[in-house]
T-cell receptor, first 115, second 114 residues
């Protein structure tokens, strides 16, 4: 039972580099989310998707892009990495919309450092 | 914008004692769900308890219960008979404006001493 799988778990990027955080879920969930968690802080919603081909911005979308070509995958792209993007990134999914009581399942997080 | 406020950055409790973590939220919806998540040092996000707003009865899950005051938009978490394994960061969460995702408070770090 894999659930939500994120790769890589750890990554160090140089300023200005780009990278993609991969996320896949095997629960046939419609909704997927990307959150970031800065040290000692709560989770901030970056982007979310309500189904394949549909994405929408969350609280902190600047500097990121997403796509959802399949139900299973929801990659997060960082363009021109900046030190302010140093954070732990969580991918999550739920069968229906998370704000309506459906359980949101989280991946284990990806630690990203930009130097 | 919807907001979730946890006013206690840190709390401490002794084993077997009871502790209450506070949370207030802001929503214009009439029916919604509220959540408490636990994040141990492993960083894994674990759902502790959820409360549906239209239900009068406070939710309970074993040693965890909530005190939900809808009019005051308050949603506190009570942990009874605290155990060392309860030490973690606890996050309160409520729906975003569209109801499609959750927004989280800044968290309360709970330490448990023996």
């Amino acid at each position: 039972n894999a659930g939500v799988t994120q790769t890589p778990k750890f990554r160090i990027l140089k300023i200005g580099q780009s990278m993609t955080l991969q996320c896949t879920q095997d629960m046939n969930h419609n909704y997927m989310y990307w959150y970031r968690q800065d040290p000692g802080m709560g989770l901030k919603l970056i982007y979310y998707s309500v189904g394949a081909g549909i994405t929408d911005k969350g609280e902190v979308p600047n500097g990121y892009n997403v796509s959802r070509s399949t139900t299973e995958d929801f990659p997060l792209r960082l363009e021109l990495a900046a030190p302010s993007q140093t954070s732990v990134y969580f991918c999550a999914s739920s069968y229906q919309q998370g704000g309506s009581g459906n359980t949101i399942y989280f991946g284990e997080g990806s630690w990203l450092t930009v130097v | 914008a919807q907001t979730v406020t946890q006013s206690q950055p840190e709390m401490s409790v002794q084993e077997a004692e009871t502790v209450t973590l506070s949370c207030t939220y802001d929503t214009s919806e009439s029916d919604y769900y509220l959540f408490w998540y636990k994040q141990p040092p492993s960083r894994q996000m674990i759902l502790v308890i959820r409360q549906e707003a239209y239900k009068q009865q406070n939710a309970t899950e074993n040693r965890f219960s909530v005190n939900f005051q809808k009019a005051a938009k308050s949603f506190s978490l009570k942990i009874s008979d605290s155990q060392l394994g309860d030490a973690a960061m606890y996050f309160c969460a409520s729906p975003n404006q569209a109801g499609t995702a959750l927004i989280f408070g800044k968290g309360t770090t709970l330490s448990v001493s023996s």
